[in-house]
Nanobody, 127 residues
Framework: QVQLVESGGGSVQSGGSLRLSCAAS????????MGWFRQTPGKAREPVAF???????NYEDSVKGRFTISQDNTKNTLYLQMNNLKPEDTAMYYC?????????????????????WGQGTQVTVSS
């Protein structure tokens, strides 16, 4: 059974930083895509950043240069370092996982294509 458990959300002021973590268990395909989505009330879940087994990354335009996605394969953990946070980054952030053959592992991947999700962690940025 695949489990994804996020942590690291919280409240910060504009310009601050947070690091999200996602501990994965029961998910060890030979090639995989891991990513982060975010969602605000009344809106669709949107992609933020992706990383695949080979370390290739892909970012949504509004977070390029501010967010960094990384993974520690020894710990089976995904990270999202978020710097220079803005109020518009406020959202529930979700960890996502898929076998690489299912998805393109890029920001045009829709939420409906992702088979495995975490429960979400809230990020709130105040101005």
């Amino acid at each position: 059974q695949v489990q994804l458990v996020e942590s690291g959300g919280g409240s910060v002021q504009s310009g601050g930083s947070l690091r999200l973590s996602c501990a994965a268990s029961g998910f060890t395909p030979s090639s995989r895509c891991m990513g982060w989505f975010r969602q605000t009330p009344g809106k669709a879940r949107e992609p933020v950043a992706f990383i695949d087994t080979f370390g290739r990354t892909n970012y949504e335009d509004s977070v390029k240069g501010r967010f960094t996605i990384s993974q520690d394969n020894t710990k089976n953990t995904l990270y999202l370092q978020m710097n220079n946070l803005k109020p518009e980054d406020t959202a529930m952030y979700y960890c996502a996982a898929s076998e690489l053959w299912r998805v393109a592992c890029a920001t045009y991947t829709t939420a409906s294509a992702i088979p495995y999700w975490g429960q979400g962690t809230q990020v709130t940025v105040s101005s």
